[in-house]
């Protein structure tokens, strides 16, 4: 079973940049999505095949994948950026075929 | 406007059965895959199952597989997930959600999400 490995939490000051990681054996050959999810609500892509934005999505959010590790950065950060966020791959040996990481709550101090 | 709305909550004894339902609306139903994922209170995003466009080609967490089923009506723009044999660890709010590409290959990459139904499973 593929696991994604995130830290369970990120600070970071109103203005700084924040990176958030997305740990996996050999991450960098498969493509990465993100999304954030607010308290009470429903999950937004933010991200996706590591690095393309949706429309609507500030370029303030930006993505790279590459090795063991997938990262999530999000510049000049504002307060409304504070939620969780979750990596997420495909594996077709996984037991769940599109696999998503524990989640990363992210806190703007 | 892309509007996914779940129905069919509640809750249900272990054991028992539930159906949930995806009203879709404001895109081709039929030309995109569908996923459900769920969120157990308080924990991360789960991926449960995912149907291609055609709903030819089903997919399933191997937590769920032999106890649900997902089905599509594309004459209605609603997708389903038919669970039986609940379990307590089964009580998550369920999420119905859209692939971004268009297509009929399930890509497990989700774009739209409905605002999710929540299943209690609990004597």
């Known amino acids: 079973s593929y696991v994604l490995t995130q830290p369970p939490s990120v600070s970071v000051a109103p203005g700084k940049t924040a990176r958030i990681t997305c740990g996996g054996n050999n991450i960098g050959s498969k493509s990465v999505h993100w999304y954030q999810q607010k308290p009470g609500q429903a999950p937004v892509l933010v991200i996706y095949?590591?690095?393309d934005r949706p429309s609507g999505i500030p370029e303030r959010f930006s993505g790279s994948n590459s090795g063991n590790t997938a990262t999530l950065t999000i510049s000049r950060v504002e307060a409304g950026d504070e939620a969780d966020y979750y990596c997420q791959v495909w594996d077709s040996s996984s037991d769940h075929l599109w696999v998503f990481g524990g989640g990363t709550k992210l806190t703007v101090l | 406007e892309v509007q996914l709305v779940e129905s069919g909550g509640g809750l249900v004894q272990p054991g028992g059965s539930l159906r949930l339902s995806c009203a879709a609306s404001g895109f081709t139903f039929s030309s995109y895959a569908m996923s459900w994922v769920r969120q157990a209170p308080g924990k991360g995003l789960e991926w449960v199952s995912a149907i291609s466009g055609s709903g030819g080609s089903t997919y399933y967490a191997d937590s769920v597989k032999g106890r649900f089923t997902i089905s599509r009506d594309n004459s209605k723009n609603t997708l389903y997930l038919q669970m039986n044999s609940l379990r307590a660890e089964d009580t998550a709010v369920y999420y119905c959600a859209k692939d971004l590409d268009y297509g009929d290959t399930a890509m497990g990459l989700l774009d739209y999400w409905g605002q999710g139904t929540l299943v209690t499973v609990s004597s």
């Open positions: 095949y590591d690095s």
